[in-house]
């Protein structure tokens, strides 16, 4: 199945190059441009694309209130955005994820690594490698916007003992098979331990699994 790849920045000359390298990978398709966050809005509504590719500095609305649009509206919920940033590591990637960016990348990306980006978040994964995760923790995350006290975790209490230690090393970055490994389960026993836990949790993905992670208290920095 072909992944279909919105993308959305304010220098053309980056919208044309991805493109040229996107189109150029038999799995992926740009469907649309955009160079401002209400534009890429509006085309996510109109084309669905799979994925967002997201600028976080844009002219008007920048991109992570685009962000916030696109995954607050209940008809985009099958939409993941990716957000793109000159920082691999600064506040405005906490406040991507936050609003629910699926994960983010550097602009200095080498080519094939954003392809793989964009099919890995287009398949319901984050793009959070563990030491950026770590590094967000540690930095942003132990000085938080508290939630309403209680919500985070009283969410943990629809968890299950396993689905908790489960959530727990998703948090820790590791990925299905680290968790795996680590548990001495199968790859596809801690997917489907993974996806439980977003399902209770109402989580789009990984990325926002970590925040809840964080929040509640069951793991900190």
């Known amino acids: 199945m072909t992944i279909r790849v919105l993308l959305a920045d304010d220098q053309r000359l980056i ?6 390298l996107i189109d150029s990978a038999p799995d992926l398709e740009v469907v649309g441009e955009a ?8 085309l996510a509504r109109e084309t669905r694309a799979d994925v967002v590719l997201m600028d976080i500095r844009m002219p008007g609305t ?22 793109l940033t000159t920082f691999e590591i600064d506040e405005n990637v906490l406040r991507a994820l936050r609003a ?3 994960g983010f990348l550097s602009k200095g990306v080498e080519p094939a690594d954003l392809l793989d980006g964009i099919r890995t978040v287009a ?11 770590q590094a967000l923790i540690t930095q942003f995350l132990d000085q938080p916007a508290p939630p309403a006290p209680g919500t985070a975790a009283a969410l943990l209490d629809q968890l299950t003992g396993r689905e908790r230690e489960i959530l727990a090393l998703v948090a820790q970055g590791l990925s299905n098979d ?6 001495y389960v199968s790859p596809l026993t801690a997917k489907t331990h993974v ?5 209770k949790l109402g989580a789009r993905d990984r990325a926002q699994l970590v925040m809840v992670a964080y929040q509640s208290g069951l793991v900190r920095p």
């Open 62 to 83: 920048d991109g992570i209130e685009a962000t916030r649009l696109i995954t607050a509206d209940e008809d985009l919920a099958g939409v993941r955005v990716l957000m």
């Open 123 to 133: 398949h319901g994964e984050s793009l959070l490698s563990a030491k950026a995760t």
């Open 178 to 183: 680290e968790i795996a490994e680590r548990l």
């Open 195 to 199: 996806n439980r836990a977003m399902t």
């Open 15 to 20: 919208l044309a190059g991805f493109r040229v």
């Open 35 to 42: 160079t401002t966050g209400a534009e890429a809005v509006a």
């Open 100 to 102: 629910g960016a699926s």
